[in-house]
């Protein structure tokens, strides 16, 4: 279902629940897979304007090849970088629909190594940082995109760019305290011990004998190239990814924001302890949901899994109007229109100068951390740390 004919009966509610009661899925197909054929299929028939920097994301994929490859068009610029981690469980077809894209483009990079990503999130972080390793060889890009395999960009290329560039080097990190079962208390939380660098003898004694501050978010992230670039070649996270890696609910949520408020570290684009050790919780702009336990009323598909909202066509209309770069979740086989919708949506913006509601930017530049590191690269005498949610 197109975008104009939402637009044209996007009051009607009827019309809505009559297109919802007859959900469009993707259904799998023998699609050609040859370089000729998947560069007609995503390349930009339009030429694209210049970008501030690229983009790179960072994806953990296991099915819906379709989809994952709607997603790379729709948010495709030479410029950026689409590095895929696909986990071992994924079947032979979509492991080599995957392979295809990296041997096809340039800026597509598929890690070799194969990790068992579990449910509980055991395992995420590791394939994140294959994708890591891979991402910082490559130039010209400014941010890293944390995302899994049923997120959706909601901003176009354009857009991206024009909101990340408003953190100045800031890392959107979903912080708040970490509950006392996902890590392991009888294990040493120093950097020595841990083997965080690489090169321990240009590292003061205070910082490698330090504990890291632990804390939780959400396993999606932006972050900074400065900040991806200390990750791996100032660090080494291997020993910390393993020590994390326990089997408690999601391990996955501690890495970055730990990472993120242990201010020894003092890795770019931080953000303070203080509002954490307060048991304040700090939002982003990376991703957006909604969560069965807290506002489910707005979740107008009324489909929950694992009880995080499974977006319909219900929930276009306010998913594009929302400030944040992607959406989470969106199932192929659940309602496919409102991909296709938001996928539409962003070629009009992209390609046709489309405007709906205009980005306000002082949404962004007004975030807790984004003020915090601001305030760090130009210290205010009257700077007072705030310690609220932001969006």
């Not at 981690?85 to 890690?111: H, Q, Y």
């Not at 229109?337 to 009009?348: G, I, K, P, Q, T």
Request: aromatic letters at 10%; one cysteine or more; hydrophobic letters at 40%.
């Amino acid at each position: 279902m197109s975008t104009k004919i939402l637009k044209k009966f996007g009051n009607l509610k009827e019309y809505v629940t009559k297109i919802a009661k007859n959900r469009v899925k993707l259904e799998l197909r023998d699609i050609d897979m040859s370089c000729e054929a998947l560069r007609s299929r995503i390349l930009p028939q339009r030429k694209l304007r210049q970008l501030q920097f690229g983009i790179a994301y960072a994806r953990i994929v296991h099915e819906s090849y379709e989809f994952i490859e709607d997603e790379l068009r729709s948010s495709y610029h030479l410029q950026n970088f689409f590095c895929y981690s696909v986990d071992s469980k994924a079947s032979k077809a979509f492991n080599d629909r995957i392979e295809m894209l990296g041997e096809c483009f340039p800026n597509v990079l598929v890690t070799k190594a194969r990790f068992d990503v579990r449910g509980n999130g055991r395992f995420m972080n590791h394939a994140y940082y294959e994708c890591l390793k891979l991402l910082a060889k490559k130039q010209g890009w400014g941010y890293l995109l944390l995302m899994q395999n049923h997120d959706v960009m909601t901003k176009t290329v354009y857009e991206t760019v024009a909101i990340l560039s408003r953190l100045q080097g800031a890392n959107d990190v979903h912080v708040r305290p970490c509950e006392a079962y996902r890590w392991n208390h009888t294990a040493k939380w120093d950097a020595r011990s841990l083997k965080l660098f690489r090169n321990e003898q240009q590292i003061p004694a205070k910082v490698l004998d330090a504990n890291l501050t632990m804390a939780r978010g959400a396993v999606h992230a932006s972050l900074s190239r400065a900040a991806v670039e200390w990750m791996v070649t100032t660090a080494d996270l291997t020993k910390l990814l393993d020590q994390l890696n326990i089997e408690a609910l999601g391990v996955d949520e501690v890495l970055m924001p730990t990472l993120q408020v242990s201010e020894v570290l003092d890795v770019p684009g931080r953000f303070t302890a203080e509002c954490v050790k307060k048991g304040h919780v700090i939002g982003f702009i990376t991703r957006m949901d909604i969560w069965e336990y807290e506002k489910k009323e707005l979740c107008r598909s009324r489909r929950f899994r694992h009880g995080v909202c499974v977006f319909g066509i219900e929930d276009f209309s306010w998913l594009s109007r929302q400030p944040k770069l992607m959406a989470n979740k969106m199932m192929p086989g659940f309602d496919y229109s409102v991909v296709d919708c938001m996928h539409e949506l962003l070629f009009n913006r992209t390609h046709l100068n489309q405007t709906n509601d205009a980005l306000n930017l002082t949404v962004y530049d007004n975030q807790p951390y984004v003020r915090y590191h601001k305030n760090r690269l130009a210290p205010n005498p009257s700077f007072k740390l705030d310690c609220s949610y932001g969006i």
